[in-house]
């Protein structure tokens, strides 16, 4: 079946220097893969989001590629802010027909931005 | 633009209760999910529904129903509360492929 596999657990930064989270996946069909953000005591909502290899979508400051060679979609962002700190999760969905309705969601990756 | 709202915001049960909770949409989106979020362990799908009357199974069903008989709205019931749980239930709705998700619904069992 699909998984995505993430940077486990806490990262901590300092304000200012680069952030980079993990993310590989495997799954039978080419799939897509996103980005959602959770901060605190909010509802998660979707960072980012791939298209075809080759196209970098970009958010806030965010970006990540979709490399299917390796299987993976890591995010990264030049400097990191102290509005940074939340929880990020990776997620594919199949490009197939049938069940493609379906996200298979990583086990999160919390950030903190110090200063 | 829409909104998701889930009630209620807390849920406290005891060991054995049934227990439900509810979603409604306003996106007018086909597909709705009901997600279990507990700390280090993600996401999982419990059901989620792509029309109205229509229910999937997702990973993590079992002890779970689930009710679709509106477009605009998905319940879910947990059919015997367990001891000690806590975890809060997320709920989504989505056309093609971005997923919006509500404030949620935060359970305790006594």
């Known amino acids: 079946g699909d998984s995505v596999t993430q940077t486990e657990g806490l990262v901590t930064l300092t304000e200012g220097l680069p952030v980079m989270l993990n993310c590989t996946y495997q799954s039978t069909y080419s799939p897509f893969l996103f980005w959602y953000v959770q901060h605190l005591n909010e509802a998660p909502k979707l960072l980012l989001k791939s298209f075809t290899d080759n196209k970098r979508p970009e958010h806030q400051g965010f970006h990540a590629t979709l490399h299917k060679s390796s299987s993976s979609f890591h995010l990264q962002k030049s400097s990191a802010q102290l509005s940074d700190s939340a929880l990020y999760y990776c997620a594919l969905r199949p490009n197939s027909g049938g069940s493609n309705a379906k996200l298979t969601f990583g086990k999160g990756t919390k950030l903190s931005v110090k200063s | 633009g829409g909104i998701i709202t889930q009630t209620p915001k807390f849920l406290i049960g005891q060991e054995g209760q049934k227990l439900t909770l509810k979603c409604q949409q306003n996106f007018n989106h086909d597909t709705m999910y009901w997600y279990r979020q507990d700390s280090g362990k993600g996401l999982r799908l419990i059901y989620y529904?792509?029309?109205?009357?229509?229910?999937q199974k997702g990973d993590l069903s079992e002890g779970y129903d689930a009710s679709r008989e509106k477009k605009s709205s998905f319940s879910l019931t947990v059919t015997s509360a367990q001891k000690n749980e806590m975890a809060v239930f997320l709920c989504?709705?989505?056309?093609?492929?971005?997923?919006?998700f509500g404030p949620g619904t935060r359970l305790t069992v006594l």
């Open positions: 989504a709705s989505s056309i093609q492929y971005e997923q919006y």
């Open positions: 529904s792509i029309t109205e009357n229509d229910l």
